[in-house]
């Protein structure tokens, strides 16, 4: 079957303006990641979710970012007001479950550069 | 903040040679897995290894694991043209954590 699919695969924005950012998982999977990787660094985790709810919003940098989940499926990761250090490649990953040893499929990519 | 931590930064071989990199980590954690990152972009995992276990192969990669010194290695052999990639360790736990901690990476390029 698919893979994790993103969309846009990348985005060229000026700084203020808001930008979506979506990601389509594996068909049955219940977990779904974001990760954001700077130039040249490991993955940043953003935040999880498990269904439509997202337990750990942990990692999203500022109030300026956002994620939701509809229909148990895809996701849109929005950031408002974007600047300069938003610039990097934002991944999603889903797995089957979410549990800790459930390999976490990633998708291609979005890489988001602002201006 | 970043769990783990790859050493070296970068490695070129040449084909047919062995590649090895290591992964030194902060925390307890469940397990340790190993990913490869062509050109920037999407991640593909390579291997599990859970903290009860010492050494785990797949194919020409062998991964080890040492808890008392909380590193790990990759161990890539007869090495080719396509194992040109960043590879990434990414710690799991220790408490069902389902988010990975990465590090920031091995830069492998194979010379042909």
């Known amino acids: 079957g698919a893979g994790v699919s993103q969309s846009p695969s990348n985005k060229v924005t000026e700084k203020g303006k808001d930008v979506e950012l979506r990601c389509d998982p594996i068909s049955g999977h219940t977990a779904l990641y974001w990760y954001r990787q700077s130039l040249g660094q490991g993955l940043e985790f953003l935040i999880y979710f498990q269904g439509n709810s997202a337990p750990d919003k942990s990692g999203l940098p500022s109030d300026r970012f956002s994620a939701e989940r509809t229909g148990g499926s895809v996701s849109t990761l929005t950031i408002q007001r974007t600047q300069q250090e938003d610039s990097a490649v934002y991944l999603c990953a889903s797995s089957l479950r979410g549990g800790v040893t459930d390999t976490q499929y990633f998708g291609p990519g979005t890489r988001l550069t602002v201006l | 903040s970043q769990q783990g931590e790859e050493d070296p930064q970068a490695l070129s071989i040449q084909e047919g040679e062995n590649a090895t990199m290591n992964c030194s980590y902060k925390t307890s954690i469940n397990n340790l897995q190993w990913y490869r990152q062509n050109s920037g972009r999407g991640l593909v995992h390579l291997i599990l290894?859970?903290?009860?276990?010492r050494e785990k192969h797949s194919g020409r990669l062998r991964v080890t694991l040492d808890t008392s010194k909380k590193s790990s290695s990759l161990l890539i052999t007869a090495s080719r043209a396509a194992d040109t990639a960043s590879y990434f360790c990414?710690?799991?736990?220790?408490?069902?954590?389902?988010?990975?901690?990465f590090g920031a990476g091995t830069t492998v390029t194979v010379r042909a």
């Open positions: 290894i859970r903290s009860n276990e």
């Open positions: 990414a710690t799991a736990g220790p408490f069902g954590d389902y988010k990975l901690s």
